[in-house]
Nanobody, 124 residues
Framework: QVQLAESGGGSVQAGGSLRLSCAAS????????MGWFRQAPGKEREFVAAISWSGTSTLFGDSAKGRFTIFRDNAKNTVYLQMNSLTPEDTAVYYCASRTFQYSGTVENEYDYWGQGNQVAVSS
C-alpha cells in the first residue's frame, strides 16, 4: 500500500499563488507516476496535471495549462503542484494520486492510490 498526504492548500486572493505538496509513504519503491485532480462543489472530479516517474514528461488539463507547474523530488517521494494566477474557478478540493506505472495518465481509473484531498479556496 501507498499512503499519500497532501499539504499546502488554503485560502488566497485571485491572482495569487499556492504550492501543493504530496508526500508518498509506504510501499514507494518502483516506478510510479503521480497526478493531481480536483473537484469543485457540485462538479465532477477533473484532471489537473500529471508527471511521469522520471519527471521528464508532464500532462496538464485545459484549466491548468500556462498557469500550473508540476514537478517531483523522488529522493523525498514528493510531488508538487505550483499554481499561479489563481482565479475563483480554481476553488476545489485537490487530490493527489499515484499509479504503479512509470508513465502518467489523465483518467481517474488509471491511478491506484489517492490522498484525502486538500481544500483550495480562491476569493475574488
Amino acid at each position: 500500500q501507498v499512503q499519500l498526504a497532501e499539504s499546502g492548500g488554503g485560502s488566497v486572493q485571485a491572482g495569487g499563488s499556492l504550492r501543493l505538496s504530496c508526500a508518498a509513504s509506504g510501499r514507494t519503491w518502483g516506478s510510479y507516476a503521480m497526478g493531481w485532480f480536483r473537484q469543485a462543489p457540485g462538479k465532477e472530479r477533473e484532471f489537473v496535471a500529471a508527471i511521469s516517474w522520471s519527471g521528464t514528461s508532464t500532462l496538464f488539463g485545459d484549466s491548468a495549462k500556462g498557469r500550473f507547474t508540476i514537478f517531483r523530488d523522488n529522493a523525498k517521494n514528493t510531488v508538487y503542484l505550483q499554481m499561479n494566477s489563481l482565479t475563483p474557478e480554481d476553488t476545489a478540493v485537490y487530490y493527489c494520486a499515484s499509479r504503479t506505472f512509470q508513465y502518467s495518465g489523465t483518467v481517474e481509473n488509471e491511478y491506484d492510490y489517492w490522498g484525502q484531498g486538500n481544500q483550495v479556496a480562491v476569493s475574488s
